[in-house]
């Protein structure tokens, strides 16, 4: 049988309840966060930082602090870093959003307003301190790169071009694709042109071949059925001439017996006359 939602929102629940244990304790284990809870005071907020009434969230960041003072007009003014911000909020159907909002100042921004960390994610994952604390080392790691004075580690910078490269960010308050999953995207578009541009050529091709193939076929079909024809022809002529030397034999027979009988009556002729000479 599937979870429900109800199941769903209850694992939510209970993580809400802990939340606060599960992140004082990786603080507690982070000797760089000891150094940032002295500046900026880690706040765990269930239910968010705007009142704690709201079920569906969880916020962990780090507080704000005054860096430099300067003069505008007659007036001094505190310049203020906020703190890097981690956000885990169940959507209506019971799964989860984990956010990473970066530290700034209102001069110092990054290109990325937050970066969408796990979306649609199913609350159960919450269950598993391994799951959070990756989260919480991608929060520290943020932090660090993020904030005017983190020293981050090379591992520390290479989780954010992770981050950036390969999950959602969010940008002008519009969702944006990862760059990863765009460059696969024009990659695999740039394939597939090229490739079925090679495929279009090698039909075309392949074609007219074939329909040049078909058109040598058909002359040769045409050339043996003249051939046949010419065959046939030659064949009718050697009995047209066969039949034409019996007529001629016809003829010198006939000739023979004409002549023959010439003879005779020529014979026959001279027979009387000399009978007639006899009788005067």
């Not at 939510?12 to 005071?41: G, H």
């Not at 760059?179 to 024009?186: T, V, Y």
Request: hydrophobic share 35%; glycine share 4%; proline share 2%.
């Amino acid at each position: 049988m599937g979870r429900t939602r109800q199941n769903r929102r209850k694992d939510f629940e209970d993580f809400y309840n802990e939340s606060v244990k599960i992140f004082t304790d990786f603080r507690s284990q982070n000797e760089r966060a000891k150094e940032f809870e002295r500046i900026y005071m880690l706040s765990i907020c269930p239910g968010s930082r705007m009142g704690g009434n709201n079920e569906r969230i969880v916020e962990v960041f780090w507080g704000s602090r005054p860096f430099e003072t300067i003069t505008q007009g007659q007036k001094w003014v505190h310049l203020k870093e906020y703190g890097a911000t981690l956000v885990f909020e169940r959507d209506d159907n019971g799964f989860i959003i984990v956010s990473l909002f970066p530290a700034h100042t209102d001069n110092r921004k990054p290109i990325e307003e937050s970066i969408t960390v796990d979306i649609w994610t199913d609350p159960k994952r919450l269950k598993s301190k391994s799951f959070l604390k990756k989260r919480w080392n991608y929060f520290m790691a943020y932090m660090e790169y993020t904030s005017l004075d983190g020293r981050p580690t090379i591992k520390q910078k290479l989780i954010v071009w992770y981050l950036r490269n390969f999950k959602q960010l969010i940008i002008d308050k519009k969702w944006t694709q990862s760059k990863a999953e765009s460059f696969i995207q024009e990659t695999m578009k740039f394939v597939f042109t090229v490739g079925l541009s090679g495929f279009i050529i090698f039909a075309v091709t392949y074609f007219i071949e074939l329909r040049r193939d078909s058109k040598l076929e058909d002359q040769l079909n045409s050339t043996k059925e003249s051939i046949d024809s010419l065959s046939e022809g030659i064949d009718s002529l050697d009995k047209d001439l066969l039949n034409f030397e019996i007529d001629q034999n016809n003829i010198i027979d006939v000739s023979k017996k004409v002549l023959a009988k010439i003879d005779s009556i020529t014979i026959k002729e001279n027979q009387e006359k000399s009978d007639s000479i006899d009788q005067n």
